[in-house]
């Protein structure tokens, strides 16, 4: 049951889609318990037959009981390679992470959803694990054409954007950095969208939106000037989706730099 | 294997998720194939273990090859009902369908897809069919609240008008017919949106937006209007989401009139 | 902008898709912070244009600031119906409910992740919050047909056990009662599925499977037999639907006892 | 509006989402109407600011009334270049591919669908298209660990099977050449599925899988010995995914030779 004589190595064998609990150090002092929906494999060599899916369960629950304080999953790749006797190790999860958001004029807070996914991988040959991570954040744009044709008013409408990043140094990205991107990116677009916005907020946000007018291809400009000077990024892609207001269907841009492929999301 | 003792009449036993080729006669000469995706079900007698699953995929991939005129499924029930022995049957299937769309101001025509999923099921006690519709059309709306605070533009989204709707005499809602009333409940939109918009198009486009301020409440009571004068339409349930521009949720509204639950999509 | 003439009273209009975080008391001791996604509603009288569309994330963000300790949510309800100034308010949430599953020989413990939803609502003229829940549980079956058939072997797959429940009493819903609710509906299926199982616990879920040959309108109907002995629960709607190994389509039954349309999931 | 001085060249601005009905000569004389979702996309040079939204409709549903005989998208690229001016272009649709399928004993027919997807781009640079096509064909498989360790029975499920592969001489796939490879990915499993299946196919299907027992990795590796033999293949990536009957979670596998990046769906 365990040979194999067709001579061929996989580079990935493992689990999709379990979900379970997992421990975050959030901004505040509350620890938040998050479903996250986790993939690993491993790599299986020539000769063996088949891996052992039931660890990796074993490793993932065990280690969602531990306290994630930042992005590095160094240790529960080593944890893997070791269990399942393997050259190379990778994991993907997502989870949500909250922000908490200022109303513009009112200052009133709350909490919005970041839809977060981490890949990191390990192997014999580099035991450096490589992290790239993949945000999905909403926001709104507003089309320079539409208002400049128009006698009155301009459509608009919410945007994704979406970064997927090489990461350097994962240990060094806490949750506090990550919230720090996270409003450098917003700040490309027209406006940033809230949860909460009382009627001064929206009279802000509403002008904010005509005066600020950019197409995908700005928003994605203007996000490109601003990443390449983050310090703990090193290469990245980065896309632009709009849910027109005027069509069915979606405006989308998207620009990579120095993204190696084997991190894509 | 075929008897059951716990005395329990089941209401629906079938097949779901059932991905088939559906012959339709679109507006123009051209047959359609598309793929339909259904939900069958028949009732089974507390004496009968099971079902005959088979049957089910024998009745309809038949089904699929004969052209379909209207929203007429009452043979198809009866054949269900004749094939799996039973008091009650009910189909569901979800399909696109292509309506032309002009654009505003050039005329350039350019299909449209509308998710349409019709409802069906007849019984011995009552062996005339009961049909309803399910569509979910693409619109936008602009915010009167946000247009009257601000003092230039106004936040703007697309929309998704869904109704529900119990039909009268389902062989005569032709496809034609079908067009026609999608067309009037776009109309209770701020705007209806386009797959095609030249720049003289998207300059009505943003201006009527401008000019017919809607809520999603605004919409659904015009909606309403509109709905209690179809004469072939017996109780309907209309929704409206609004992808809003300024937060990442939607605002949203429903109304129901005589709207059978037993229909409920 | 505040009147409207068009004599339409409408029964919902809100929120959906908003995702905020929710502290619920689990099983253990631990204090839990899981994204939940939100939909309400409130009730909007003809003479007015719009409701408040800013009040729901205000009542809702700061609620999800307390700790949940049931199923009770008559008390934001109230808070809606005063805020918003309606006669009915209703709310929808849904999230990722975890309960311990110990492996069958092994004895290892591992969460497992169960989709829970609950809807809500109450009115001026009934100030009694109803509850219902919906569950969505996965499990296995083995086909009784294929195991008589066939000379060794019998195809079975996952199946998805969905519960909508109307409940009585909803403070008494405490999340331990729902987590031995959850268990006696596993129990109706072929064999329950775990997340983490060793070569023993592997052996013991197929012997069970094969051992324990059901169809999925088996399944439906030891399930009703357990339902009505429910204390806490006042009609339902029971749906099995399998992933069948043998074909890309599902098959699928539902059964209903006394549960009410407005109820509905 | 139309110049910019940011000095960054976008390498993909397009269009998302945009359906539009597709003419296809299938495996019969009939002539399918087919819904098929569209993403295109242009590179926009550095010193232009945005690029023509509307054209990339114009030119595709212009292109959905031709008639489409095999996977060669090169027409269609050179159009989008010129329409839109630019240096590269890529088009990617996706639509459901329907093949004939004979029960194993039987021999009864029924249509059984594919998710087709087509990914083709072309640049001033290198104006030859490069093609590649993603296939999701569902099949089963059964354990071969639970079959040794089990006195009797052994899990099985429904897995899909997901190839990504680069295509020469785009011409030349024909959908009965398409077809044909399906049914040879298909191979790789313990047994195919069917839509529509008597008892004495679902006898043969079981006993079938119960003595062609394949873990994922086993799947993989088969379809990697096909694949390999493929002559108009240049490259490939292979995945499987089985909804694993005890667990809640999918196992999983996947295996590239010669794969592009830029190819990846």
């Known amino acids: 049951l365990s040979h194999d004589l067709r001579g061929i190595p996989l580079q990935e064998v493992g689990v999709r889609g379990l979900e379970l609990p997992l421990l975050i150090q959030g901004s505040g002092a509350v620890l938040r318990e998050v479903p996250a929906i ?26 969602g009981r531990s306290e994630l304080r930042n992005l590095d999953f160094s240790d529960l790749l080593i944890e893997l390679r070791r269990k399942l006797q393997c050259s190379r190790a990778e994991i993907r999860l997502s989870f949500s992470h909250f922000i908490e958001k200022q109303a513009p004029v009112s200052r009133v807070s709350s909490p919005a959803a970041v839809k977060l996914q981490i890949t990191a991988f390990s192997s014999e040959e580099d035991s450096d694990a ?13 089309c320079p054409c539409s ?11 919410r945007v994704y954007l979406r970064l997927s990043a090489n990461l350097l140094d994962a240990a060094s990205w806490s949750f506090s950095r990550l919230d720090a991107l996270i409003e450098r990116i917003e700040e490309s677009a027209s406006c940033r969208v809230f949860p909460f916005l ?25 996000a490109v000037l ?21 069509h069915a269907h979606n405006a989308w841009a998207r620009h990579s730099e120095d993204f190696e492929p084997g991190f894509r999301t």
């Open 38 to 63: 986790w993939q690993a494999s491993v790599s299986l060599a020539a000769e063996l037959r088949g891996t052992h899916m039931s660890r990796f369960v074993e490793v993932l629950s065990k280690y």
């Open 130 to 142: 490589k992290h790239s991570l993949f945000l999905e954040i909403p926001a709104s744009n507003l």
């Open 147 to 157: 208002k400049a044709i128009s006698d009155q008013g301009a459509h608009n409408q």
């Open 198 to 222: 009382k009627r001064s907020d929206e009279k802000f946000v509403t002008e904010q939106q005509f005066s600020n007018a950019k197409f995908v291809e700005d928003i994605i400009r203007d």
């Open 226 to 246: 601003r990443l390449r000077k983050e310090e703990l990024i090193c290469g990245f892609c980065f896309e632009v989706e709009a849910l027109e207001s005027i």
